[in-house]
């Protein structure tokens, strides 16, 4: 079930992407979901698929054998891929990430190296920017990659990897000045190189999506694995981390919309006092509450990926549709837990897994404090 005007503003071909996507989160995702989260497994036949479906390729430009989406398209895919589980949606939306480093920054020799593998779902991308003690600022990282000679020598730790385990490739951020915060460069580290992979977190919600560090001692690269010029590795981060945070926005709209479906259906089904619950006034008003969150969200990640398309700076309409649209997700996935009663907390129901997979979209790739800052700047400074 549809919030109403969901398909406002979109093209007939982008109506006709969502209902495939839509159609393979139901048919091929949902079913695997729960067993997913509970063994805290990957579902790789469902990465399969999605390359089946090119969307692995959804960054990458046609020219490499990719999906070539633009930024409406990207919001749309990310939307149906989270209603059907939020782990597969973020994994899918980090190697998205590393295919558009690479698309973005690479030399004309690298993408026609990794990009059309990378489009067809193998390796699958990882983003390198986070460490244990650098997280909303990473000007303050400590990894370092030293030049020596025709190779670069890292040392150091990445945290919050996603795709830690499956990666086969990591788009590395790291300092080639340990003491210049401005230093900080971007390179593609192959899983080859020999980096280590830590321990696969334990974490409250996403459970089926593997988090890890990465940890580099002397690890060696060659020189041309540089995808940026030395010290423009951040303001590629934050390029890049902007289109990002339209994804987590439409992630969250679509795990909120799973949430408002299933406490509509709930709601129809259950009864008390001879009469559906859908009948009770303070059923009816949480659901008009929920709906109207779904619908201002998406609406909000609809203008945002309106002002990328157009080739406008999306930085602030990026940040208030994430923050907008995050927020928004807990308190649905709360309310349909609540709609649900003492079923909403036990495993039997969808709802439990959705309240506890929303959280993260108001941490990752920019908390909210984060994102209230870049608003409000751009009102006041």
């Known amino acids: 079930m549809e919030t109403v ?58 020219e490499y054998g990719g999906f070539g989406a633009d ?32 698309a973005e920054f690479a030399t004309e020799e690298q993408k026609e190296t990794w990009l059309p593998e990378m489009a067809r779902g193998r390796p699958v991308g990882m983003f390198g920017l986070s460490e244990p003690d650098a997280g909303s600022n990473p000007a303050e990282m400590s990894t370092v990659a030293r030049r020596e000679g025709d190779e670069y020598v890292i040392n150091g730790k ?16 790291a300092k080639t000045d340990p003491d210049d915060p401005s230093s900080v460069t971007q390179f593609l580290v192959p899983k080859e190189a020999g980096y280590e992979v830590g321990k696969k977190e334990e974490k409250l919600g996403l459970r089926a999506s593997d988090t890890t560090a990465l940890l580099f001692d002397d690890v060696r690269i060659p020189a041309e694995n540089r995808l940026t010029e030395e010290g423009k590795g951040l303001s590629a981060a934050f390029r890049i981390l902007t289109g990002g945070r339209i994804g987590i ?25 001879d009469n559906p619950i859908s009948k009770i006034q303070a059923i009816r008003h949480k659901i008009a509450d929920m709906g109207t969150q779904v619908h201002a969200s998406r609406m909000l990640v609809r203008e945002a990926a309106r002002v990328a398309d157009a080739g406008d700076d ?57 994102q209230k800052e870049i608003i409000a700047r751009s009102l006041l400074d």
């Open 5 to 62: 005007g969901s398909a406002t503003g979109l093209t007939d071909e982008q109506r006709a992407i969502r209902d495939v996507v839509h159609e393979f989160a139901v048919e091929e995702i949902r079913p695997t979901a729960r067993e997913a989260d509970e063994t805290e497994t990957f579902p790789e036949d469902v990465w399969d698929g999605l390359a089946e479906l090119d969307l692995t390729g959804l960054t990458v430009p046609e």
């Open 71 to 102: 930024r409406a398209t990207y919001a749309v895919v990310n939307e149906e891929v989270a209603y059907g589980q939020l782990a597969v949606a973020t994994a899918l939306s980090v190697h998205c990430l590393a295919t558009e480093c690479i």
């Open 158 to 173: 990445k945290q919050w990897i996603t795709n830690g385990q499956r990666g086969g490739v990591c788009i590395l951020f």
């Open 249 to 273: 926005a439409s992630q969250a709209v679509g795990l909120a919309q799973a949430a408002l479906d299933d406490a509509i259906d709930y709601a129809n089904e259950r009864e008390q006092f």
């Open 314 to 370: 999306p930085r602030t309409a990026a940040s208030i549709a994430k923050y907008f649209a995050s927020e928004a997700a807990v308190d649905v996935t709360n309310e349909a837990v609540q709609v649900h009663g003492g079923y909403g907390y036990t495993t039997d129901f969808d709802v439990e897994r959705y309240y506890r997979d929303s959280k993260i979209t108001t941490i990752y790739e920019g908390t909210s404090e984060i």
